[in-house]
Every structure is written in structure tokens, then in C-alpha cells.
């Protein structure tokens, strides 16, 4: 879809300063970018810049994961400065080639770690668990005196924290200390600094599974002709394209932040885990949420990552600083490492497997992605495989849709409104839904009170078929072209139950000669499953990474990623 919106001066200022921001050096140039035409693959961009030394290249291959990366860094392999540089570097690369960022600061970051450099080589002593590890994050979320936007123009200069997000401020506390970090460098006199490298894109209202804003529009590394996902788009492409080892996004609207790490996470063909409600605090400035106020759905985020353990790292990290005693909103619950019991007979995991929603059929790459992975796990004799029917998933994703602008959208038009910026595409879709509608608040009473009854018949229904963790598609389809995605069942029912569900790349990839148009014809099930069979095209989609998500109930986010770590001995999946 060709974009021409005409953005306010103010947001063509913003972003020219943030392009002003990329050093001199670090410029590709017009001819270079032009190698890559829409539909690229272009990872092999870091190397082909010169930007990048071997090194560099080395330290911020996305083979190298944060876990990797802070061990290196305390055997002294490797210092904070060489491995901020090369994240910074290749971060730039990433920006230039896919408009993933949308706030740089680079050289206040160099300083820092140049410092915490200097206090581990006079102490020996790291300064935390996460001791220089680069951190990039969604550009919404608080940092203390940084701006934050919703993806609107008009949020420029408004939401500027006075005080540090919470999860950012245990990711300081925990050394984390060349991205959002702030870093006890002198502990022997409790001095801070505070250091990080950059904030990632986001859609317009952050309620979208794309990326588009007056920021620019974040395209896939993958392939340039598709979307990175939405709406912590920005995190994704930046992940998987190596410019940062791990990027904290959200998921789903609520409070105070908003919508999906896992479609970013499937889109690029990397990790994430959506924790249960209440595991996380949130960490947004107050107002940057599209309808503020609004808890029908609540918030949670949620961290892009690299391979599953960094997952575990990130969660373990930031639960045994008891963010619980801060906010009393949160379950004193720390995270887990026993050994779970599983529900199979023998032991085994007992494993369900929702092939649809029953809603929209997955285009055909996702059926072959989930038929395959199945018949790998049926193959290890540790798991038992159950089918799962998809009861409840349409009244689930219908329930959620009405509860995400319980506004009617008119907190949406309004902050559009205060620039004169114009609604795109799919902003204007999303709150133009048949669901969203403005209610009173004795409509908001009784809808929340319908919400509450479909969860507990949901609840029901899971503990019925006695499975301990769900694997099913997290889209429709991969990633899709620009513009045109349009269905959000397979994340939204999970966020309407309140489900942890992690997203993990299956090592296959979209190939047109595997993957051609279903031949045989067959009625739509619904207008959304119209427009996936209407959009879907193999040749456009080639290379698209195949991903998929496993479920659990409430409070079970490790059981999700103990049962992950299992599905993994048989990954990567090969075409």
C-alpha cells in the first residue's frame, strides 16, 4: 500500500533530528542502500557497511545471545565500550536500512560504559547480574527527563518522565548499564548515572500489528516488502537484525501499555514470552496509553530476546528484585526454577495443539510450520499430543476487541487531532471495528462482568482437556505485506484470558514452492479469513521466518518455558 500522509512540521523536525543523530561514520550512503531493493533479505548489510569491524560483527551476531554476551564481558573477553560500540554500530546499520529506531543517544551511552568499564577493572566486582549489557527499548516506555510518544506527533514534549519506569529502574539496579540502564559505578558512594543507547518504533496509538508512525515505518529484516510486526515492531527488527541483544516491549492495552511483542517476535523469528498479568510492572509514563484509565484489559510487558534462555535471564532478574514490595498491583511471586511434574502419562508432557481458531484459517507456511514441529515432538516420545479445539477463541477475541477502545476511539482521534496529524490506515481501521463503540459506564460495568464469565468458562473448559501447555500459530500468517494485517485472534484471546504465551522461531522459512495457494476451494469462515486467503501470496512472503506459540494458563509462565526448553531439542526445523 503506497503511504501519503502529509505528517505536522513538528513530527518532520523530530524525526530529521533523530536521523541528524546517527554519527558521520556510521552513514550509509544513498547507492548503498539502494543495493537492497524492497523484498531484501538484509542481514548481510552489517558486514557489507564497513562500519562493523570483524569484532564488532562477532560480538553482535544474533547467534550470540545476552547470556553469551555477559559472560564474555566478565571474563573480560570482551568491555562494556567494545560491546556498546558494536551494538550502537550496528544499531545504526539496522535504523538506516529498516527505520527501527526512534530516539538515539549514543554518545551519553559511550560515556557511561566507559566508566563501568573502569570501576570493574579498580574493584574487579560487576555491578550486577546484567553488568553491561545493551538494552534497547520501546520508545513509550518511562525513562527518567526522555520523552516518551504513543506514536503520535502530538505527544512530543508532554510525556517526559520525571522519574524512571519501574522495570527500568531494576534493569539499573541490576547493571544494565550501556542501553536504559543506571549503574551504581561508585557503590562505595551510592552515586548514579544514567546510561542507554536508544529507544525502538511503534505504531501509531500502539494498538496495531505493524509498525507505522510519524516515526517511519518498521520494515522487516527478513524481507523489506513485509512488516516487523506491531506494535513493538521496532524491538523486533532490532533484535533479530543484531542491533540489540534484548528489547523490552508490552503486550495489550490496558493502564498503561499497549499491544504485542509476540507478533514482533513471529514476524522476525525470534523469542518473547507474554507473562501473566501482574508478573511484571508496568513501565510507561502516565497518558501514554491510548485510552488512559482504561483496565478492562490489563497491560503487561514483555522482553524480545534472542533465544529462549535470555528469556529465563530477564524474568529471573527482574522478579528477584520483588518489584511486588514497590507495587502492591503485582503476585509476590517469584520466578521458578523447579523442575515441573508434567500431566502425561509417564511423565510426559501432555501437549494440546490447536490447529485454528476456528475463526481464520493459518495460511498455508503456518500449516506446514505447526504440522511439522508436531510430528518432530511426536518423534522424541516425551510428549502427549492431544488435539485441541479452539471453544471459547472467537467470544474471546470478540470480547477483546470491545474492551480495547471502550472509548469509541475518541481518545485516539483526539491525540491526532492536537497536531492536525492524520489517522493511517490502520489506526483508522482498528477503532472503526464493529465492537468498538463509546459505553457508558454502566455498559463498561456489564460488559467487564460479561468478560468475567467467558474467562471462567474458558478456565473450565482448559482445565477440561488436562494439558499443560498449548502449541498453536501466533498469527494468521507470517509476516505479512505492509498494510494489510488485519486479523489479531491468535494473540488477542490469550490477552483476553490472561494466558502467558511465549512465541520461539521454528527454524523454517517461508519457500513458494513449498507453500503454494490451497488449490482447493472453500467458503471464507469469516470476512478475517477473506482477507488472509485474498492477501496471501508465497512469492511476496519468501523468506518469511515461521514461528509459533505455546500457551499456559494463568501464573504458569515458567511451565511455558520449562515445556519450551523441551520443544527446542528438536528445533531448528529445516525447510
Given amino acids: 500500500m503506497t503511504l501519503n500522509i502529509s505528517w505536522p512540521s513538528v513530527a518532520r523536525d523530530t524525526v530529521a533530528d533523530r536521523e541528524a543523530s546517527i554519527p558521520d561514520s556510521w552513514r550509509l550512503s544513498p547507492e548503498f542502500i539502494a543495493k537492497y531493493p524492497p523484498g531484501s533479505d538484509v542481514f548481510s548489510a552489517a558486514a557489507e557497511s564497513n562500519v562493523m569491524s570483524q569484532k564488532e560483527l562477532d560480538i553482535t551476531d544474533p547467534s550470540n545471545d545476552a547470556t553469551s554476551i555477559l559472560a564474555s564481558i566478565k571474563a573480560k573477553q570482551v568491555t562494556a565500550v567494545e560491546v556498546l560500540t558494536a551494538f550502537c554500530k550496528r544499531a545504526a546499520v539496522a535504523h538506516q536500512l ?158 498503561r501499555v499497549l499491544r504485542n511483542v509476540r507478533s514482533p517476535a513471529s514476524c522476525c523469528g525470534i523469542y518473547t514470552l507474554k507473562p501473566t498479568t501482574g508478573r511484571l510492572p508496568g513501565n510507561g509514563p502516565r497518558g501514554v496509553s491510548t485510552v488512559p484509565g482504561n483496565d478492562a484489559i490489563v497491560a503487561t510487558c514483555g522482553p524480545t530476546a534472542r533465544s529462549s534462555r535470555d528469556i529465563s535471564l530477564f524474568f529471573n532478574v527482574v522478579l528477584s528484585a520483588q518489584p511486588w514490595l514497590q507495587s502492591m498491583n503485582l503476585v509476590p511471586l517469584p520466578w521458578r526454577s523447579e523442575p515441573i511434574t508434567w500431566s502425561g502419562s509417564g511423565g510426559k508432557i501432555r501437549l494440546g495443539v490447536m490447529w485454528n481458531d476456528g475463526s481464520v484459517l493459518p495460511q498455508p507456511p503456518v500449516r506446514r510450520a505447526l504440522k511439522a514441529t508436531v510430528e518432530a515432538l511426536k518423534r522424541t516420545n516425551k510428549f502427549e499430543i492431544v488435539d485441541y479445539e479452539p471453544v471459547y477463541h472467537r467470544e474471546l477475541t470478540l470480547m477483546a476487541h470491545s474492551l480495547y477502545f471502550t472509548d469509541g476511539g475518541a481518545s485516539v482521534r483526539a491525540r491526532a487531532a492536537a497536531t492536525g496529524e492524520p489517522l493511517c490506515h490502520l489506526t483508522e481501521w482498528v477503532i472503526t471495528l464493529p465492537g468498538v463503540k463509546d459505553h457508558t459506564i454502566h455498559e463498561l460495568w456489564e460488559l467487564c462482568l460479561e468478560r468475567d464469565a467467558l474467562r471462567a468458562k474458558y478456565y473450565a473448559y482448559w482445565n477440561s482437556q488436562k494439558i499443560d501447555v498449548l502449541l498453536c500459530p501466533v498469527q494468521y500468517g507470517p509476516a505479512q505485506p505492509l498494510q494489510t494485517t488485519k486479523y489479531w485472534g491468535y494473540t488477542s484471546a490469550f490477552n483476553c484470558a490472561d494466558f502467558p504465551a511465549a512465541v520461539f522461531p521454528t527454524g523454517l522459512k517461508v519457500d513458494a514452492a513449498l507453500d503454494p495457494k490451497d488449490t482447493q476451494t472453500r467458503e471464507p469462515w469469516c470476512e478475517s479469513d477473506a482477507h488472509s486467503m485474498a492477501t496471501y501470496d508465497p512469492e511476496v512472503l519468501q523468506n518469511a521466518p515461521l514461528c509459533l506459540q505455546l500457551v499456559s494458563k494463568r501464573n504458569a509462565d515458567e511451565i511455558v518455558m520449562q515445556a519450551l526448553q523441551e520443544i527446542e531439542k528438536v528445533l531448528p526445523l529445516r525447510n
Fill in 98 to 255: 529498516l527505520c527501527c529506531l526512534t530516539q538515539i543517544f549514543f554518545d551519553e551511552s559511550l560515556a557511561r560504559a566507559k566508566e563501568l568499564d573502569e570501576y570493574y577493572e579498580r574493584t574487579g566486582q560487576l555491578v550486577g547480574p546484567l553488568h553491561g549489557l545493551p538494552f534497547s527499548l520501546k520508545d513509550h516506555m518511562g525513562l527518567k527527563g526522555k520523552r516518551s510518544t504513543g506514536g503520535f506527533s502530538g505527544d512530543l514534549g508532554k510525556l517526559i518522565p520525571t522519574e524512571d519506569g519501574p522495570i527500568s529502574q531494576i534493569l539499573w539496579n541490576a547493571g544494565c548499564g550501556i542501553t536504559i540502564a543506571v549503574i551504581y559505578l561508585q557503590l562505595e558512594l551510592n552515586f548514579v548515572f544514567s546510561v542507554f543507547y536508544c529507544k525502538t518504533n511503534l505504531p501509531q496509538s500502539i494498538m496495531q500489528l505493524e509498525t507505522y508512525s510519524f516515526w517511519g515505518q518498521t520494515l522487516n529484516p527478513h524481507n523489506t516488502n513485509l512488516t516487523s510486526g506491531g506494535s513493538s515492531g521496532g524491538c523486533g527488527a532490532l533484535v533479530s537484525f543484531g542491533g540489540s541483544p534484548l528489547s523490552l516491549g508490552t503486550d495489550i492495552g490496558g493502564r
